[in-house]
């Protein structure tokens, strides 16, 4: 069962250094870490904001954890930014999710080279306006410059764990129907290639801000055997403790992978 901690402090650990997470500096630190940036409507709500307020203020936790993440050596990390669901939201709303994104984007292509950043998109970018799109394709450029042992930030935009599977099963189908593969190749390796998380190692710790305590379509695939921590700390209130603490409830753990210990 995952840990859940609160703004109270529960679970709190000594603050970590620049070498590793809370405890043992270094220890048993998640190569991967996804985050589900929950709460930023809420955050806003509860002082009197408009929800683009939220969103905002989400942007700059983004920024902030990203670099706490890179800075102590966790490898990648992917954040679900905007789901395929989130078009049923007020068109005010997408439109300042998109123009937050925009700004980070412009300003990730001008510092990902000097700051040893990867940029990667996973999702369907089909609906996402030109501009973006353009400016998805020019991050992946640099991306694909930099050394693979840089750290890598993956953002979900337009993503959904049933789509993203859905497309997969249809790009190997059409590979099928075209000679280059065969049904009886198929299996959980080969499947792994045609998500957008091709070539990335699956996700050991995945954190939910905000209280909700489900995965609301994220990353199926790959969270056959994460580690889940929950806590009541809405996104734009999550900082470096929060993260500290989330680490360190996962290096308590004894994780087993069909009962074998690892």
């Not at 007020?90 to 300003?107: C, F």
């Not at 599977?165 to 129907?177: G, Q, S, V």
């Not at 580690?227 to 996104?235: A, G, H, I, M, R």
């Amino acid at each position: 069962m995952a840990n859940q901690s609160t703004e109270t402090g529960r679970l709190a650990p000594p603050r970590s250094n620049e070498t590793g997470s809370s405890g043992e500096p270094g220890k048993n630190l998640p190569r991967h870490i996804a985050i589900i940036m929950d709460g930023n409507g809420r955050w806003a709500a509860s002082r009197g904001l408009p929800r683009t307020a939220g969103h905002k203020a989400g942007a700059e936790t983004f920024r902030r954890i990203a670099t706490y993440c890179k800075n102590i050596g966790v490898k990648y990390l992917t954040v679900y930014a905007f789901s395929t669901e989130n078009w049923k939201r007020s068109e005010t709303e997408v439109s300042a999710i998109m123009a937050l994104l925009k700004k980070y984007l412009l300003e990730a292509v001008d510092t990902m080279e000097r700051d040893h950043i990867r940029l990667h998109f996973f999702g369907d970018m089909t609906p996402i306006a030109p501009e973006l799109r353009a400016l998805a394709r020019e991050t992946d450029e640099i991306t694909e410059h930099l050394s693979k042992d840089d750290f890598q930030a993956n953002v979900c935009l337009n993503y959904g764990g049933r789509d993203e599977i859905l497309r997969a099963a249809r790009r190997f189908a059409a590979d099928c129907a075209a000679g280059e593969r065969r049904v009886e190749e198929l299996d959980e390796a080969l499947f792994s290639e045609y998500l957008d998380s091709a070539g990335i190692p699956d996700p050991e710790l995945i954190i939910r801000p905000s209280g909700e305590q489900r995965l609301s379509n994220f990353l199926l695939w790959q969270c056959a055997y994460s580690e889940f921590y929950y806590t009541d700390t809405f996104w734009p209130d999550f900082d470096e403790a929060e993260l500290d603490r989330a680490i360190a409830a996962y290096q308590s753990r004894d994780r087993r992978f069909g009962g074998v210990k690892k």
